[in-house]
């Protein structure tokens, strides 16, 4: 069975594991290119290295990002000179920073040395980006408007979201590999992830809305009883006027979805998104373990069968 998922942030990369790791699936991720931004004189993606770490086994599992046994070494030196260091790059994470941002100056694609460092560490499944066009979320708050990384890192989620952007999405051109990995698939997924950073600037990108219209299409949603596992997603959708819980998800997907995933805690709620016109199934969806990631990802497939 070819699934394709679409995925950012930690939930997202959960969600990529469950598929990887079942027998008789085909997976192909198209990662959130929105969060990446230059560090230092480098490129960093987070979305798409958190995406590759976990599924070559190299994620620091104690805090879902970055990579295990890591040292900051660099990172030191940098602040001992002088630099802002809230962004926490790692001395391995370094290596990949350099070799992404000097094959970009060599002129190969985003697309192209995603896939590479993917094979190169042992990646089985396909990590694909929705463009290869620069494509940044905004945020702004109080004080003006702030990089995601600002916003996210910098000031820790703790100012008002008042309004999203996605400065250059107006001209991102979709990458071929992404558009043929929904036509071809047998089931779309939207991961667990932020559906206002993560997911939105996937679908925003010319034509791959329409693409996933198209498409045998289920969400599972990243709140379980109100609240999300991590990250700021329940406090943006408040406070954009959104629904903060599963059925504000649904609504949030509305014309997108053929069917929607919500934890068994949410059981109340199956009923409005029906109503929708969406299928709905209840399974637990909080993913720990690696048992968990698999139970959820068989139990999607099953109840989209």
């Known amino acids: 069975m070819k699934v394709t998922l679409l995925a950012g942030g930690v939930g997202g990369a959960k969600m990529a594991e469950g598929f990887d790791g079942l027998e008789g699936v085909e997976l192909s991720v198209i990662g959130n290119i929105a969060d990446d931004a230059a560090f230092h004189g480098l490129w960093i993606s987070p979305d798409i290295d958190t995406l590759t770490y976990s599924l070559a086994g190299r994620i620091d599992r104690a805090q879902g990002w970055g990579v295990a046994d890591e040292g900051h070494r660099a990172l030191g030196v940098l602040k001992e000179l002088g630099a802002e260091t809230w962004m926490t790059l790692g001395d391995r994470d370094f290596g990949l920073h350099i070799y992404r941002s000097a094959a970009l100056a060599r002129g190969q694609s985003r697309s192209e040395i995603a896939a590479h460092v993917a094979r190169v560490f042992g990646v089985k499944s396909e990590i694909l980006l929705p463009t290869d066009d620069v494509v940044q979320t905004r945020v702004r708050v109080a004080d003006g408007w702030l990089s995601f990384q600002e916003y996210f890192v910098r000031e820790q989620c703790r100012p008002e979201v008042l309004e999203l952007a996605y400065d250059g999405i107006e001209s991102a051109k979709p990458t071929d590999a992404a558009l043929n990995a929904i036509a071809e698939a047998d089931i779309v997924v939207l991961a667990p992830s932020n559906p206002l950073v993560s997911i939105t600037p996937i679908l925003e990108v010319e034509g ?98």
Not at 211 to 216: C, E, P
Not at 251 to 257: D, F, W
């Open 208 to 305: 791959l809305r329409d693409a996933v219209r198209a498409a045998k299409t289920v969400a599972v949603s990243p709140l379980i009883a109100g609240k999300v596992v991590k990250g700021p997603a329940d406090r943006m959708m408040k406070s954009l006027g959104l629904r903060a819980d599963a059925l504000g998800v649904a609504e949030y997907y509305k014309g997108v979805l053929d069917h929607m995933v919500i934890d068994t805690q949410d059981a109340g709620l199956a009923e409005g998104i029906m109503a929708l016109g969406q299928g709905c199934t209840m399974l637990p969806t909080l993913m720990t373990e690696r048992a968990e990631k698999q139970a959820l990802a068989a139990g999607i497939l099953e109840a989209l069968a």
